[in-house]
């Protein structure tokens, strides 16, 4: 959309916008716009924004450090919404999102399914600290942000656990066979070369939403990995039929 920031400067500065919403993440998008005073709010997936962090617990103030060019595109669609913002007269927040679960997305999900994992997915199996964060926790901060008047313009958006991948994916399997014990699962592989095993180990980050708690008011629906799949496994009746 910013591709064509002259057209919606011109078509934004005399309308009666209260809220637009612009969630970037690898495979969900979403963008909300209400009539009334000027208000802008603008979300992007923090994976990578902040960069090669050592490990180290980040918060808002960190300074982002970018280094792949999917992260650097995020981080330059954070600073155009932020500047359309500014341009039309009023302060934006920028939700930095962890990675996107929930009802059809999980690792539930992906589990029943038995599909061979995504590139992308492999790369992330040695982390040791993976941020996530439950769809329905999403909601409820951009909820909270609606309705009050946030002080600061950046906020993570992550539940209290950055667990790693395998960790997660190895819970919800003993959830999935606790459910139905006669299910016939294979292993997923989840081989990765040595080379995208040093480069997610150079890249570990925990990241803080005590911020997010504090001045957003969030109180998270499901804290952890735990809560958010036993919700998941619990919607699901048939494990043949899901939601996708």
């Not at 982390?127 to 901060?141: E, F, G, L, M, W």
């Amino acid at each position: 959309m910013l591709q064509h920031e002259e057209l919606l400067r011109s078509s934004l500065v005399d309308g009666n916008l209260q809220w637009l919403c612009y969630l970037s993440s690898t495979k969900m998008k979403f963008s909300n716009a209400f009539e009334s005073k000027y208000n802008l709010r603008d979300a992007s997936c923090l994976a990578g924004v902040y960069g090669d962090c050592g490990g180290e617990l980040v918060d808002e103030d960190y300074p982002t450090n970018p280094k792949s060019e999917s992260a650097k595109l995020r981080l330059a669609s954070e600073e155009g919404w932020s500047n359309l913002a500014h341009h039309l007269g009023f302060s934006p927040q920028v939700f930095r999102l962890g990675g996107i679960y929930g009802p059809g997305r999980s690792a539930i999900n992906t589990i029943l399914k038995q599909e061979p994992l995504s590139e992308g997915q492999k790369m992330r199996k040695y982390r040791k600290y993976t941020s996530r964060v439950h769809v329905d926790d999403i909601c409820q901060a951009l909820m909270s942000a609606i309705y009050t008047t946030p002080p600061r313009e950046v906020y993570n958006i992550v539940d209290d656990d950055p667990a790693p991948r395998e960790e997660v994916f190895e819970y919800a399997r003993k959830l999935v066979l606790k459910k139905w014990p006669g299910l016939n699962l294979e292993h997923l592989e989840l081989e990765e070369s040595s080379g995208a095993k040093m480069r997610n180990q150079r890249g570990e980050k925990r990241v803080s939403n005590t911020r997010m708690k504090k001045e957003l008011g969030v109180q998270l629906l499901y804290p952890d990995y735990k809560s958010g799949l036993q919700s998941i496994i619990d919607q699901i009746e048939n494990p043949f039929f899901q939601c996708s």
